[in-house]
């Protein structure tokens, strides 16, 4: 087998789908058009497109260390274009604006690359308008749509695409990633990968942000408390003041990240002058920042919920003796204790009536009366 690039190798536990990649750019006909990456959430949708597309527009063909690698890593090489929307679904306007976009020639590279990260949040009348562009793209453009499954696009679509499915990795391969990377000691890389539920990023950020930790054991702690209607109030209050500063401090550590390698990149120093293309990149960066801020009490939420469902599906293994592993070990007594207190069919049903208000938040309804009605099933008390 050929060696990956360097950009494959933050794509981790996906040997099939890299494979797979790496011998279409080993060929020596044209890439294929059209790509389709499926997976659930942190098993690395975005980072693999965004890894194939700077294999295809870097002149080495993915060394990770050029201009143009890093460039399309902070997401502002003019050749990769991201369509991320901060809507719950993808407009039409969004669309048309981004296809327009496909059909400009390449400025530096010689393609064209478009990623649509949520492709799942669009409805039929705009996917049937972004059809026609992934049938007869113009020479040199290349599609790539990401989504959780190919059941959530239309089968139009899904007939089109080349598709690449990723698997979620196991709770130690996301536990060494750490360790090797990011030097996490052996015992906080478990514990983080399996709290994660093996989400990369999510996983990674336990492990080196301890205030992000902090968070997610109140966030536990909270709900571990609820008994009666006030608990369950408080309760409330609480993870939504949790969710809006664990969204806020994400974005601004990303902020900071980003911005400081966008100058670097550009070789600006503290007494620079700023010439106005170099203003413009950080215009544009600032820009793009802004649009994530909306979202960030919204991903901070759906943390919470995933952290809740986590909570209960180890109840319910507890409940069940199917000697899975526990999710959150660190809290076994408490678990056991909640285990004690309700029944199997209380604890599922809590398991959805959370899924079913993550889906709510999606719709937007308002987000504190949605916490309050979550807290207050989730009370103890026997059937
Ligand atoms: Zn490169």
């Not at 087998?1 to 890299?18: G, K, L, Y």
């Not at 890389?189 to 992000?212: D, E, F, I, K, Y």
């Not at 909306?294 to 759906?302: I, Q």
């Not at 069940?320 to 285990?339: F, H, M, T, V």
């Amino acid at each position: 087998m050929v060696t990956a690039p360097r950009v494959f190798r933050d794509v981790i536990s996906q040997p099939e789908a890299v494979s797979e990649l790496l011998r279409e750019l080993a060929k020596s006909k044209e890439v294929h058009h059209a790509w389709l990456f499926t997976g659930p959430p942190g098993s690395g949708r975005s980072q693999i497109a965004f890894a194939f597309a700077a294999a295809l527009v870097c002149p080495q063909g993915g060394c990770a260390e050029c201009n143009a690698c890093q460039m399309v890593r902070i997401g502002n090489h003019p050749d990769v274009q991201v369509l991320n929307t901060e809507r719950v679904q993808i407009s039409i306007e969004e669309v048309s604006e981004f296809i327009e976009k496909s059909e400009q020639m390449p400025a530096l590279a010689n393609y064209r690359i478009m990623i649509v990260e949520d492709a799942d949040r669009m409805s039929e009348r705009t996917s049937n308008l972004l059809l026609k562009s992934l049938e007869e793209p113009p020479k040199g453009t290349i599609w790539m749509l990401c989504a959780p499954s190919e059941s959530d696009l239309l089968p139009t679509i899904r007939s089109r695409v080349r598709r690449i499915m990723l698997k979620v990795p196991s709770v130690d391969e996301v536990a060494r990633l750490l360790i090797e990377k990011y030097s996490v000691p052996e015992h906080l890389a478990l514990t983080a990968a399996a709290q994660a539920q093996s989400h990369v990023g999510m996983a990674r950020r336990l492990a080196t942000n301890a205030p992000a930790r902090e968070r997610r054991s109140k966030v536990l702690e909270a709900v571990l408390a609820i008994a009666d209607l006030p608990s369950a109030i408080s309760a409330s209050e609480i993870l939504l003041k949790l969710a809006e500063s664990d969204g806020q401090q994400l974005t601004g550590e990303l902020d900071e990240q980003e911005r400081a390698e966008l100058l670097a990149r550009m070789g600006i120093t503290e007494d620079s002058k700023l010439t106005p293309a170099m203003r413009s990149q950080i215009k544009k960066l600032e820009d793009a920042q802004k649009k994530r801020a909306t979202r960030s009490k919204r991903d901070g939420l759906d943390r919470i919920f995933v952290d809740l469902m986590g909570l209960y599906r180890d109840v319910l293994a507890i409940q069940l003796g199917s000697g899975q592993k526990l999710i959150n070990p660190d809290l076994e007594n408490q678990i056991r204790a909640l285990a004690r207190d309700i029944t199997q069919a209380q604890a599922i049903h809590a398991i959805e009536k959370i899924q079913q208000v993550r889906y709510r938040m999606d719709r937007n309804v308002k987000d504190s009366l949605l916490l309050d009605s979550l807290a207050v099933s989730l009370r103890r008390k026997r059937a």
